[in-house]
């Protein structure tokens, strides 16, 4: 019996442009887990086409969120990074785990809710599956860690739900071939769980994990909402970036002193969580600072410290998208090394579940 080597694997949809949001709550925590964890980061087309299904420029958005991924630090050489529907294990895994899955866990999922709206009879069967396919993507590499905004923590708590199901469903056949693995411990003094796929850990933690829309403080910002004035793409440039701050949803009130002061607050409790995190710094040190000042003072130094650590990313995202072919290379040689090891995970699921292959 062999143990579970620790791996993160995290992905981001090709819907859009990236927003400040995906950057603070995911993209960033991506790059510092490369110091500690081999990571595999993944454009998640096949998910793209859930919601819709036809795209101006699938391809276009693909390479430009891949840009985004090398221009805020991660290396594809110690690294992997890919696109999704190179690796065909995806789709298969996700088959099986519709498989183990229930549709009264995939009914009962939030985000499948808000994305259908009422007319859910007339949604894709794949929205309903997505989630499904979100745990064979993190699966198919056995992936222990896995970084994402706050938005995600359902779909994920869904995944552990789908590996101990197969892992107990099929805990006969991975004994018989000899591929218990002992699973890392759930906490530090708990014995070690045992069964072929680990129960993943969600990383839903520090500053930003869910940055709110700047129009509304209880949406999240986010690609898909109409009103670009809602969100800071990685795209904008510094005049955009001042024009939205300053244009963003605030109350009457000067900020206060203390974190206590902006409960009931939302708009004001984003911004100033948005500095926070930007400038990698306790929410309570920056309303020491900022304290007794209005919104007038307040905007013109979070739109200076916004543009200060995005507009670096933002040009060389523009530097790297003017090569095309060397993004294509980057994720043709990542789709062939994740290729490799979602091919063993599949030899060993078809073996458990009872395929003839080989
Ligand atoms: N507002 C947010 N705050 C913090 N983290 C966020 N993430 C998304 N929005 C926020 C995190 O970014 C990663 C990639 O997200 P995604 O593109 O796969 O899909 P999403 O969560 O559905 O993001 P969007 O921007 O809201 O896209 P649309 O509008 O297409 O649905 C994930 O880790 C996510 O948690």
Known sequence: MSAITPRVFSGVQPTGNLHLGNYLGAIRRFVTLQESHDCLYCVVDLHSIT????????AGQTRSITAAFLAAGIDPKRHIVFNQSRVSGHAELAWVFNCVARIGWMNRMTQFKE???KDRENASLGLLAYPSLMAADILLYRATHVPVGDDQKQHLELTRDIAVKFNNDFA???EALGLTTDLP????DAAPARGYFPVTQPLIEGAATRVMSLKDGSKKMSKSDPSDLSRINLTDDAEAISRKVRKAKTDPDALPSEAEGLKGRPEADNLVSIYAALAGRPVAEILAEFGGQQFSAFKPALADLAVHVLSPI?????RLEADPGHIDAVLKDGGERAGAIAEAT?????????FLHG
């Open 51 to 58: 919601a819709q299904l036809v795209h101006e420029d699938l």
């Open 172 to 174: 006969a056949r991975i």
């Open 185 to 188: 411990a759930e906490a530090p």
């Open 115 to 117: 994305k259908a709206g």
């Open 314 to 318: 933002t040009e060389e995202m523009r």
């Open 346 to 354: 599949m030899r060993d699921v078809k073996s458990i579940v009872g």
